[in-house]
């Protein structure tokens, strides 16, 4: 169970939907600026680019983040927070009410996937990519800021990286709910919209990877990618 009786989450990533805008297009590889890494690529149709949903606010600091808001008891900004996301103060009071009797049950409510899969965190991007050993590749557990070469999703994808900071002061002091509530309800417009789509200019092939080598679905071996961090 992801988040327990009291509402304290265990931070075990919940699944990913698998409808709507989580379901992803097809992007063929071929198709993209990848330096040849793809020249093994004959099919027809060309091979779809594996691609995944990453977090500009990792998870970690997420669940974190609710789970110092769950202990600090500030449930009235744990329930500006479920609001941003979607859920009407109407419908929150009851499951609140709960955790504060150790009675909430997640598989009710799910806010674990709420809160990891909003879509006004994510970014649709390459699956594979370069570990966080260099400054451009997936950074795992930490802040993935990926507004360079977004376009006009950019600024937004700038912005919400700017909110982690205020997460993680939060999460390591929560002194003041009033306060925080209005913190959290100022990020209403960011956290209506949809995930941002693939958008090829902000990634780059990395040109130390290995080739794109055909095999069956679980076994092709593709080349990995970096997001851009410069203009």
């Known amino acids: 169970?992801?988040?327990?009786?009291y509402g304290i989450c265990d931070g075990d990533?919940?699944?990913?939907?698998?409808?709507?805008?989580?379901?992803?297009p097809r992007i063929v590889?071929?198709?993209?600026?990848?330096?040849?890494?793809?020249?093994?690529?004959?099919?027809?149709?060309?091979?779809?680019l594996p691609l995944a949903l990453h977090h500009i606010v990792p998870w970690e600091h997420l669940w974190a983040f609710w789970n110092a808001m769950i202990k600090a008891e500030f449930y009235g900004a744990a329930r500006d927070?479920?609001?941003?996301?979607?859920?009407?103060?109407?419908?929150?009071?009851?499951p609140i009410n709960d955790m504060k009797?150790?009675?909430?049950?997640?598989?009710?409510y799910y806010y674990d996937v709420l809160i990891c899969w909003g879509e006004w965190n994510l970014v649709r991007g390459p699956q594979f990519r370069t570990d966080a050993s260099k400054p451009e590749g997936d950074p795992g557990a930490a802040l993935d800021d990926m507004h360079w070469g977004a376009g006009k999703e950019s600024k937004r994808i700038k912005n919400i990286a700017e909110l982690d900071v205020v997460i993680t002061t939060y999460t390591a002091l929560m002194q003041n709910e009033k306060q925080l509530c209005r913190e959290i309800r100022s990020w209403s417009e960011l956290a209506r919209n949809s995930l941002v789509e693939f958008i090829p200019g902000m990634w780059t092939i990395e040109t130390k990877s290995e080739d794109y080598v055909p095999g069956g679905h679980a076994n092709?071996?593709?080349?990995?990618?970096?997001?851009?961090?410069?203009?």
């Open 1 to 5: 169970m992801a988040i327990d009786g």
């Open 81 to 94: 927070f479920l609001a941003i996301l979607g859920v009407p103060k109407a419908l929150s009071d009851k």
């Open 220 to 231: 092709a071996i593709h080349p990995r990618w970096n997001k851009k961090i410069r203009d």
């Open 13 to 24: 990533r919940p699944s990913q939907p698998s409808t709507g805008n989580y379901v992803a």
């Open 101 to 108: 009797k150790g009675t909430y049950l997640n598989a009710s």
């Open 29 to 48: 590889a071929r198709d993209l600026i990848h330096r040849g890494k793809y020249a093994a690529d004959t099919t027809p149709i060309g091979i779809g």
